[in-house]
């Protein structure tokens, strides 16, 4: 769950930020750029960069238990 989460994050960053890719790839616990863009090809279907080219908006992944990472502040 927490790596789904991490990945749902940098999906955010990429579509809201200007956060280089490489950045986005170290906050989700990456060591890599390449590990990175293996993981999130796998769970998006499409390379970080592209899918911040592309506009992509869509940062949920599928979830049994439903909880996604959310931008929102909750107190």
Same mark, same amino acid.
């Given at each position: 769950? /927490?790596? /789904? +989460? %991490? %990945?749902? @994050?940098?999906?955010?960053?990429?579509?809201?930020?200007?956060?280089?890719?490489?950045?986005?790839?170290?906050? !989700?616990?990456?060591?890599?750029?390449? !590990?990175?863009?293996?993981?999130? @090809? /796998?769970?998006?279907?499409?390379?970080?960069? %592209?899918?911040?080219?592309?506009?992509?908006? @869509?940062?949920? +992944?599928?979830?049994?238990?439903?909880?996604?990472?959310?931008?929102?502040?909750?107190?």
């Amino acid at each position: 769950m /927490r790596r /789904r +989460l %991490l %990945l749902e @994050r940098a999906a955010w960053q990429l579509s809201s930020t200007r956060f280089p890719v490489t950045e986005i790839a170290f906050e !989700a616990n990456y060591n890599s750029l390449e !590990a990175f863009t293996r993981a999130f @090809r /796998r769970a998006f279907g499409i390379s970080p960069s %592209l899918y911040r080219r592309t506009g992509c908006a @869509r940062i949920h +992944l599928p979830s049994a238990n439903d909880f996604h990472f959310s931008r929102e502040i909750h107190h």
